[in-house]
């Protein structure tokens, strides 16, 4: 999995780093293994099916997604939606050209978005570069997580 990824990044000359954690993504702690990075930049990706689109939306940090902002900026209700959370590797295939891909403005403010591909592996990418390989739709498409 993780050559498949390396030759997308190759392949498209994207400026990234891969970082292998010695924990997993669940036991990793990103203030003590990597103190120039945080938390809030470690984004998850869900699929998401309207009728016949496909959208891939990625948040950071502890957010999670505001289906009402995203139905008004997508134009579809939110009771069609079907939404799914996804391995991120989708990002780094080809396949993810057959998306639509919506960035949380948050994950925009921080200086990389970490973007875990399996419990080991985490792609580092600066947000303006994810910006020019992926042309995402950016807006606020998240909510505060209350318990």
């Known amino acids: ?13 994207i400026n ?21 990075l945080n938390e809030d930049a470690l984004a ?9 689109s496909n959208y891939i939306a990625i948040l950071c940090g502890s957010k ?7 139905s008004s900026i997508i134009g579809c209700p939110p009771d069609l939606f079907k939404v799914k959370s996804i391995n991120s590797c989708i990002l780094f295939s080809d396949t993810i050209w057959s998306y639509k891909i919506i960035i949380d403005e948050i994950c925009l403010h921080n200086r990389y978005i970490l973007i875990p591909l399996n419990n080991y592996y985490l792609i580092m990418i600066k947000p303006e570069e994810f910006i020019r390989v992926f042309k995402p739709l950016i807006n606020d498409i998240s909510m505060e997580y209350v318990i």
């Open 64 to 70: 999670m997604m505001d289906l009402k902002k995203l």
């Open 1 to 13: 999995m993780i050559d498949h990824v390396i030759g997308f990044i190759e392949r498209y000359g």
């Open 44 to 52: 998850t990706t869900y699929s998401l099916t309207c009728m016949d």
């Open 16 to 36: 990234a780093e891969i970082i292998e954690l010695e924990l997993s993504i669940d036991e990793f702690n990103l203030v003590t293994e990597y103190k120039a």
